[in-house]
């Protein structure tokens, strides 16, 4: 079955430049299209699947997470019920961020900005070993980069967490 790499005929990696994205979904969207292709109106339901297909892949690319999800799929490597660990003292760390974001209540522009800031520095490291272990793709470091994987469904709640924050 064909993943998300496929379908835009990039090759599959993590460390995707987003402008060779984006490039080769036009060029496949340009394919579909009626004046270009010559497409009957039979061909059109076709043609709107293929779209949203096409759609979807570069949804799915253009997202960290989810092209990790893609490319470790891809790889064989565990999936997401497969291995839910988390290194030590991360959870803790995470529940400590939390309180104090509660403690700060309500954080003004400011505070959450900074907040912001410190989870987005967190995701780039987790950007960073995930490009490292899915660059070596052999079993140990697909297992860690399910870890990263695992740690970086966190950062996201909290970036929602303070997204739905009242700022005062």
């Not at 900005?113 to 410190?118: F, I, L, P, Q, V």
């Not at 987005?120 to 079993?139: I, K, N």
């Amino acid at each position: 079955m064909a993943d998300a790499f496929d379908i835009l005929g990039l090759p599959p990696r993590f460390d995707l430049d987003p402008d060779h994205l984006q490039r080769a979904y036009l060029s496949r969207a340009a394919a579909l299209h009626p004046d270009l292709a010559g497409a009957s109106d039979e061909q059109t339901g076709d043609d709107d699947a293929r779209a949203a297909e096409l759609n979807q892949a570069r949804a799915s690319l253009a997202d960290p997470l989810q092209r990790a999800e893609v490319l470790m799929r891809r790889l064989g490597g565990p999936g997401v019920g497969d291995d839910r660990t988390l290194p030590a003292g991360f959870l803790a760390e995470m529940l400590a961020w939390r309180e104090q974001i509660e403690e700060e209540q309500p954080l003004d522009e400011a505070g959450a900005a900074a907040w912001r800031s410190r989870a987005g520095a967190r995701r780039e490291e987790l950007t960073a070993q995930l490009r490292d272990a899915f660059a070596r793709r052999d079993a140990d470091s697909l297992t860690a980069a399910r870890r990263v994987m695992n740690q970086w469904r966190y950062i996201d709640r909290l970036f929602e967490q303070l997204e739905s924050t009242n700022l005062g």
